[in-house]
């Protein structure tokens, strides 16, 4: 390593002694732009510069999140959800008051979809021409069969047919056992219900010829459930 600066030319090594120029009764070091010193020298001081930058970027930020502590009892938040916040605030409902509505909008929409299942298992059964549509809808059920309606043309006319995925749905219960095998049952005509009443108190056509001629109804009491039915 070259020295900067020797006071006497003599202590100079002799091979060093070109790089060296007399200033102010010493002599000084003097390299060009090129020499591997001044070099290393560029390169630590560009070194220095780059980290005094992350220095002062990492002091600022510090001292930018020590101002900006949450007081107490806050927290900090998403900007997606500071937006949720700032809508449902103003309908003044407390979180009670959204669980409720939110369970609520579950049942009704759940209800909702079960009608609509319902009127298209209804709809499916009629179409296929089935008399006991009650059995074919609890087996549908039973199956969670996804039914949807095309449009198809049939003698040059729309026409809406059931589908279950890309087959017919009569199609698909010829391909599958376990409604084919209850397909009798879904064609057979359900029974007739009985009558039956609540027990209770109500009145029943005169079973007496005189009272039957004037119009006249008796006092009848319902003893049981089922005891009794008339037209009303």
């Known amino acids: 390593m070259l020295k900067s600066t020797y006071d006497k030319l003599d202590d100079i090594p002799e091979a060093d002694r070109p790089h060296y120029a007399l200033r ?24 220095q510069t780059t980290d005094q930058r992350t220095i002062t970027r990492l002091t600022n930020e510090k001292q930018a999140l020590e101002s900006n502590v949450l007081p107490e009892g806050h927290k900090a938040v998403s900007e997606e ?19 409720t509505i939110v369970g609520e909008h579950k049942t009704l929409k759940e209800e909702s979809e079960g009608r609509r299942q319902d009127e298209i298992f209804e709809r499916a059964a009629k179409d296929m021409g089935y008399e006991n549509a009650a059995t074919f809808k609890a087996m549908a059920k039973a199956l969670k ?8 043309k049939v003698d ?25 095998a209850s397909e009798p049952a879904f064609k057979a005509r359900p029974a007739a219900q009985p009558p039956s009443t609540e027990a209770g108190a ?31």
Do not use: C, M
């Open 24 to 47: 102010k009764g010493k002599y000084v070091l003097e390299l060009d732009d090129h020499h591997p010193v001044l070099a290393k020298n560029r390169e630590l001081v560009t070194k």
């Open 156 to 180: 040059g006319q729309d026409v809406e047919k059931p589908y279950v995925g890309d087959k017919s749905l009569a199609d698909h219960i010829n391909a599958t056992p376990e409604l084919k």
């Open 81 to 99: 959800d500071a937006r949720f916040i700032e809508e449902v605030k103003p309908l003044s409902l407390s979180p009670k008051d959204l669980k």
């Open 145 to 152: 069969l996804d039914i949807k309606y095309k449009t198809e």
């Open 202 to 232: 109500g009145t029943r056509p005169a079973t007496s010829a005189a009272a039957a001629s004037a119009g006249k109804q008796e006092p009848y009491r319902f003893q049981e459930p089922g005891d009794v039915a008339w037209p009303t």
